[in-house]
């Protein structure tokens, strides 16, 4: 069974009650647990981290190595400049989908820039919570 680890960045523990107007009123439990219940349906083994700290996000990423399959990750605003992150992807190998529940394009110009981009397999964002179910979707049908 194929392992998947969905690693969400900082604030994003706050989804829910954080700006609804971008980024809707599902939880990060209600988002969590519908991945897990569509996991279930395409038969993947599915779990889930949270930190707000960069640090914590780089140990758990290489924590993945030989462990996980794929990473789905929302690195939240560490995308647009933490190359810390950026090259414990590259580090580990371990092949990562970078995910955003808003379309950033059409946010602030701070937000068009992403240090991750290249060392992910791909990107999906503007799609809110389906955001991950997509992400997840291509992991489910294809090879990694
Ligand atoms: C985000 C977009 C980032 O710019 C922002 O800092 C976040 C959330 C998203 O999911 O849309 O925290 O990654």
Known sequence: MKRIMVI?????????????????????????RAISEKAARLGLSVDFFQSNSEGDIIDKIQSCKGEYDAIILNAGAFTHYSYAI????????????????????SR??????????AVCKGVV?????????????????QEV
Do not use: W
């Open 86 to 105: 950026r090259d414990a992807i590259s580090a580990t190998g371990i092949p990562v989908i970078e995910v955003h529940m808003s379309n950033v394009y």
């Open 108 to 117: 602030e110009d701070f937000r068009h820039k992403s240090v991750i981009s």
């Open 8 to 32: 969400n960045g900082p604030n994003l523990n706050m989804l829910g009650e954080r700006e609804p107007q971008t980024y809707g009123s599902q939880t990060l439990g209600e988002i969590n």
């Open 125 to 141: 964002c503007g799609f809110g919570p389906d955001s991950y179910l997509m992400a997840l979707s291509y992991l489910g049908e």
